[in-house]
């Protein structure tokens, strides 16, 4: 069964740099063409941000894409996500998937960002 | 890239058959697949329609998804109290890949 987990820090800075990764488990990250982030702001809907093939092609939410970083860790079996000068607006639950069929099929839990001073 | 329309709530009585609907355009519904999502508060999306109208494995076939122009929609068939929850319908917006969301519908068995 394929089970993707988020990590990270909890609480960011204003201006500062979020960083999460997400961890594959029970399956090869290899096996699979496309992995996706989504974030959900708190009350709000769901937003796509990005994401990375195999071969290390991305697309980006225009709205992010000046700010968004997404990268492939074949080895370690895990993808990561790194947006640029955050602000408040950028708090969200971030939730990490695999990608099938113009699709997200497996979700990790998600977990909630904070940025804040 | 503005996300796709959705009406906010929609009830039915259990047993009832309810619809969403899930608006876009030519550049994204019009020319692109669909998906459907419910979401329970506090919980990550699960997927229920891929591909317009196609049903992962385990999802029950009271769930079914149409299309026709730049609507979409997603029909729950016996409404039952477990189906109370959000959703949400998604679609790529064209070249580069960039996708995007509806609204969301919140689900209400009355």
């Known amino acids: 069964q394929v089970q993707l987990q988020e990590s990270g820090p909890r609480l960011v800075k204003p201006s500062g740099t979020l960083s999460l990764t997400c961890a594959v488990s029970g399956y090869s990250i290899s096996s699979n063409e496309w992995w996706s982030w989504v974030r959900q702001s708190p009350g709000k809907g769901l937003e796509w941000i990005g994401e990375i093939s195999l071969t290390g092609t991305t697309n980006y939410n225009p709205s992010l894409s000046s700010r968004l970083s997404i990268s492939l860790d074949k080895p370690n079996n895990q993808f990561s996500l790194r947006l640029h000068s955050v602000t408040a607006a950028d708090s969200a639950v971030y939730y990490c998937?695999?990608?099938?069929?113009?699709?997200?099929?497996?979700w990790g839990q998600g977990t909630l960002v904070t940025v804040s001073s | 890239q503005s996300a796709l329309t959705q009406p906010a709530s929609v009830s039915g009585s259990p047993g009832q058959s309810i619809t969403i609907s899930c608006t876009g355009t030519?550049?994204?519904?019009?020319?692109?697949?669909v998906s459907w999502y419910q979401q329970y508060p506090g919980k990550a999306p699960k997927l229920l329609i891929y591909?317009?109208?196609w049903r992962p494995s385990g999802v029950s076939n009271r769930f079914s998804g149409s299309k026709s122009g730049n609507t979409a929609s997603l029909t729950i068939s016996g409404l039952q109290a477990e189906d109370e929850a959000e959703y949400y319908c998604c679609s790529s917006a064209g070249r580069p890949t960039n996708y995007v969301f509806g609204t969301g519908t919140v689900v209400t068995a009355l």
């Open positions: 591909d317009d109208s």
């Open positions: 030519s550049s994204d519904i019009g020319s692109n697949l």
């Open positions: 998937a695999r990608e099938s069929h113009s699709s997200t099929d497996f």
